[in-house]
T-cell receptor, first 113, second 114 residues
Framework: QKEVEQDPGPLSVPEGAIVSLNCTYS??????FMWYRQYSRKGPELLMY????GNKEDGRFTAQVDKSSKYISLFIRDSQPSDSATYLC?????????????FGSGTQLTVLP | GAGVSQSPRYKVAKRGQDVALRCDPI?????LFWYQQALGQGPEFLTY????????KSGLPSDRFFAERPEGSVSTLKIQRTQQEDSAVYLC????????????FGQGTRLTVV
């Protein structure tokens, strides 16, 4: 079982729709949960990160973590064509010797005008 | 510079050739990471440096892969005797402090082995 599983998509929605992107993870020791956006032929760009459980909001984006079910989500409100990209969830232990991110496989999102 | 810079952006190598990929992290960033991203997949960890010290190389897939950061700034990822399965995008990321909560990625080097 992979440490992070991400709904593969691809996902295609009309402009203005609410988008829900989801991941599950297996190791309860992870403490930081990130969402990256990656445009075609570019490097990943950090959108937001959450420590432990709860919600975090930044403009049209909301990240949600449920540590009891090991489930992380990103919601995009009022989606725009410029949101079309691949979204990657990532987890980070926050303690111990490991320093790297573990990524999901990404969900490709297309927002149609 | 303003961001993480990687060169070359694209590299085509014949099978068996050696390649060297360069990463210029953001100035002053202590931590530097290399990731490999296959088509349609998320990045996978290769190796981690804190300043010039390579603290974790557990993700390097074989002894053909070698990375260095001799002066604690620029890093080079070298792949010897390239194989077709090495074809991927190689991403470099840096962060200001230890750890990786706010890592900045470069645009990557797309390696194609023919």
């Amino acid at each position: 079982q992979k440490e992070v599983e991400q709904d593969p998509g691809p996902l295609s929605v009309p402009e203005g729709a609410i988008v829900s992107l989801n991941c599950t993870y297996s190791n309860s020791a992870f403490q930081y949960f990130m969402w990256y956006r990656q445009y075609s032929r570019k490097g990943p760009e950090l959108l937001m990160y959450t420590y432990s459980s709860g919600n975090k909001e930044d403009g049209r984006f909301t990240a949600q973590v449920d540590k009891s079910s090991k489930y992380i989500s990103l919601f995009i409100r009022d989606s725009q064509p410029s949101d079309s990209a691949t979204y990657l969830c990532a987890i980070y232990p926050g303690s111990g010797s490991a320093r790297q991110l573990t990524f999901g496989s990404g969900t490709q999102l297309t927002v149609l005008p | 510079g303003a961001g993480v810079s990687q060169s070359p952006r694209y590299k085509v190598a014949k099978r068996g050739q050696d390649v060297a990929l360069r990463c210029d992290p953001i100035s002053g960033h202590v931590s530097l990471f290399w990731y490999q991203q296959a088509l349609g997949q998320g990045p996978e960890f290769l190796t981690y440096f804190q300043n010039e010290a390579q603290l974790d190389k557990s993700g390097l897939p074989s002894d053909r892969f070698f990375a260095e950061r001799p002066e604690g700034s620029v890093s080079t990822l070298k792949i010897q005797r390239t194989q077709q399965e090495d074809s991927a995008v190689y991403l470099c990321a840096s962060s200001l402090v230890q750890g990786n909560t706010e890592a900045f990625f470069g645009q990557g080097t797309r390696l194609t082995v023919v």
